[in-house]
């Protein structure tokens, strides 16, 4: 995601080093629970996505006549996106979506795939919500999935994961955790028959409570949650969550 040092952040980094696999390693990702449950919360739309990328979901959600708007930090993502079919009629602002203003009012902001901890700090994180809020018109809806903070599966503060095998690709991921500042650094290792690939991305993960006081100093309450987006209650043991802030009214 992004890389940054302090509050410092460069919203293209991430791109820069994935843009073009990105797709392929995003199909593990789903996309109807998604497009289905977006479009039932936003009606007619129109839909805001910080982080919009390639399109993934964007394209979809267009492909059902809900008009998309897009912020993203990488012109490179932008530029797959707008080869896409449909892609170049779906208008983006290349810029950090903590910050970044898209001219219209919507009926709901989308931060899919833990994006919102690509931000640098909870100063950051907080303007984001903020962000999300004044884009959206009374009532309007904030949706970020992301994943639950879980120190205790790291050894001496670092791990490595085996994420995926298959016969053309194996995914290792190598991460250490600052929990003083809840910065997570970590690096994707993907390697195929044309080599190895380094991915690395920063986090400041942020625990589901704090998100929903994030929510809070923004002018948005919580709806709902769940733990995925096919709508499982979401639990002690739920490792992800899908949640649901809303404008209050009056």
Not at 67 to 78: F, N, Q, R
Not at 126 to 147: D, S
Not at 222 to 244: I, L, N, Q, Y
Request: glycine content about 8%; proline content about 6%.
């Amino acid at each position: 995601m992004g890389e940054y040092v302090g509050e410092w952040f460069d919203a293209s980094a991430y791109g820069r080093a994935i843009a073009d696999i990105y797709d392929e390693t995003a199909q593990r990702l789903p996309v109807e629970p998604v497009i289905e449950t977006i479009s039932r919360l936003a009606g007619r739309g129109p839909v805001l996505e910080f982080g919009i990328g390639t399109g993934r979901l964007a394209l979809p959600l267009a492909a059902r006549g809900i008009p998309v708007a897009g912020v993203d930090g990488s012109p490179e993502m932008v530029k797959i996106l707008r080869a896409k079919p449909g892609g170049d009629h779906v208008p983006v602002t290349v810029g950090d979506f903590s910050e970044a203003r898209v001219e219209g009012v919507f009926s709901l902001v989308l931060l899919a795939v833990n994006t919102v901890f690509a931000l640098p700090s909870q100063d950051a994180q907080v303007r984001c919500f903020r962000n999300a809020a004044a884009h959206l018109r009374p009532g309007g809806r904030f949706v970020v999935e992301a994943w639950v903070p879980d120190p205790a599966a790291f050894r001496d503060r670092t791990s490595l994961r085996l994420l995926s095998v298959a016969e053309e690709e194996v995914v290792v991921e190598a991460a250490r955790l600052c929990p003083a500042e809840q910065l997570m650094h970590t690096t994707k290792l993907r390697m195929t028959a044309d080599g190895l690939r380094l991915l690395p991305a920063n986090h400041r993960y942020a625990w589901p409570c704090e998100l929903d006081l994030m929510a809070r100093l923004a002018g948005m309450e919580r709806e709902r949650r769940w733990a995925d987006w096919s709508g499982t209650p979401f639990t002690d043991d739920s490792r992800a969550h899908v949640s649901v802030y809303r404008v209050l009214e009056g």
